[in-house]
């Protein structure tokens, strides 16, 4: 069982860089979310989707996009790369939205110079 | 608007003691979830449990034991006789359901618990 895949596990970006994370779960699941980890500040979120076609922000949604055009994938785009954004990406989706448990990618590890 | 606090930052015990972390939640909602997932070191974020606001009922699994108070709005997770595997970040969660499913999950900042041999 696949479950939510994240590539890359690692990147290392300048300032001004463009990337995008990868996610996709296989198991049909309609919502899936981008959170950012950092050390003493937990888990905060990025952007959220319920299905597709349909994305909302989050807590801290500057300097990211998604999109959702399939159910499967969820991406997240880093436009323009800041030090600021140095932080442990986790995707994570789940079958009933957020009152049902979460299942996570196994991250991103993201490094901005 | 939810807001979890575990005030605890870090705790260190001996194995075979018995742990408690704490988790204090906000929210103006009578309908709401409540989670506990562990990160242990390799990363990955692992589920522990959901309770929902109706159900107050302790709960036990093995070792692992929630308490859910809704007067004092904690859902506290101890750990009896730890061992060294339980050493990793504890995360308390919090979701208000709203009609058609809440989208947002709120994270507490985390507990590191280290249990030593």
């Known amino acids: 069982n696949a479950g939510v895949t994240q590539t890359p596990k690692f990147q290392v970006l300048k300032t001004g860089q463009s990337m995008t994370l990868q996610c996709a779960q296989d198991?049909?699941?309609?919502?899936m979310s981008w959170y950012r980890q950092d050390p003493g500040m937990g888990l905060r979120l990025i952007h959220y989707?319920?299905?597709?076609?349909?994305?909302d922000q989050g807590e801290v949604p500057n300097g990211y996009n998604v999109s959702r055009s399939t159910t499967e994938d969820f991406p997240l785009r880093l436009l323009s790369a800041a030090p600021s954004q140095t932080s442990v990406y986790f995707c994570?989706?789940?079958?009933?939205?957020?009152?049902?448990?979460?299942?996570f990618g196994s991250g991103t590890q993201l490094s901005v110079l | 608007a939810q807001k979890v606090t575990q005030a605890q930052t870090e705790i260190s015990v001996v194995e075979k003691e018995d742990v408690t972390l704490d988790c204090v939640y906000e929210?103006?909602?009578?309908?709401?979830?409540l989670f506990w997932y562990k990160q242990p070191p390799s990363g990955e974020l692992v589920f522990l449990i959901r309770?929902?606001?109706?159900?107050?009922q302790n709960e036990i699994s093995g070792r692992y034991s929630w308490n859910f108070q809704k007067s004092t709005s904690s859902f506290n997770f101890t750990i009896t006789a730890s061992q060294v595997v339980d050493s990793a970040v504890y995360f308390c969660?919090?979701?208000?359901?709203?009609?058609?499913?809440?989208?947002?999950?709120?994270f507490g900042k985390g507990t590191k618990l280290t249990v030593n041999p």
């Open positions: 969660a919090l979701s208000e359901a709203v009609e058609g499913g809440s989208e947002k999950l709120v």
């Open positions: 994570a989706s789940s079958s009933g939205r957020t009152n049902e448990k979460l299942f």
């Open positions: 198991m049909n699941h309609e919502y």
């Open positions: 929210t103006r909602d009578t309908t709401y979830y």
């Open positions: 309770r929902n606001s109706f159900d107050e």
């Open positions: 989707s319920v299905g597709a076609g349909i994305t």
